[in-house]
């Protein structure tokens, strides 16, 4: 990585965040860049915690999703 300070956040110490790509009621989807990769761009969708609390069909879908 460069010298200096990274200007994004780092998730996972794997991927910097680079933008907010959209969000809905279960998560929000980001454009990272892979730390490792820089030239490998991802999209990350990270559940909100307040979602991991409920029932387990719900649970099930998003896995599906997955």
Do not use: C, W
């Amino acid at each position: 990585m460069n010298q200096g300070k990274m200007k994004h956040p780092v998730f996972n110490g794997q991927f910097e965040i680079i933008s907010s790509l959209g969000e809905g009621n279960t998560s929000k989807v980001y454009m990272a860049r892979s730390l490792e990769n820089p030239s490998q761009m991802v999209a990350l969708k990270l559940l909100r915690e307040e979602f991991l609390s409920r029932d387990a069909d719900s649970i099930k879908s998003v896995e599906q999703e997955i």
